[in-house]
């Protein structure tokens, strides 16, 4: 959150509702890459991608160093995704399982 900002906790919490109802309304891929397209700047909307894709490596059990190799994100980040992939809010995990429901994975 910017800091200065005149918003109470509940005023941010209910903008953050307002944005996260808006996502899941949209309903296809094209959809939602030109809410993000708008939404986000390139350099912004790229950070995403790359984290997503980070994501991906680590769920492939690839070193860091690969993942950067391969994504051009720093090992920094990297390790930050992997914290969140493991200790975070469970929000990776959730997104793995539902495009990937077959598929076992691992708790970590």
């Known amino acids: 959150m910017k800091p200065n900002r005149n918003e ?3 005023q941010q919490h209910d903008a953050e509702d307002a944005l996260f109802a808006a996502i899941i309304s949209l309903k296809t891929i094209d959809e939602c890459r030109n809410f993000f397209k708008d939404l986000c700047t390139p350099a912004e909307l790229q950070a995403l991608v790359d984290r997503w ?5 680590l769920e492939q059990d690839l070193p860091y160093r690969k ?13 930050r995704v992997a914290r969140f992939l493991t200790d975070g809010f ?3 995990r959730t997104a793995i399982d539902r495009i990937r429901p077959s598929e076992p994975h691992t708790s970590h």
């Open 67 to 79: 993942i950067h190799d391969l994504t051009g994100v720093s090992v920094t980040t990297i390790g």
């Open 90 to 92: 469970g929000g990776y």
């Open 8 to 10: 109470s906790e509940r």
């Open 53 to 57: 894709q980070v994501v991906e490596y």
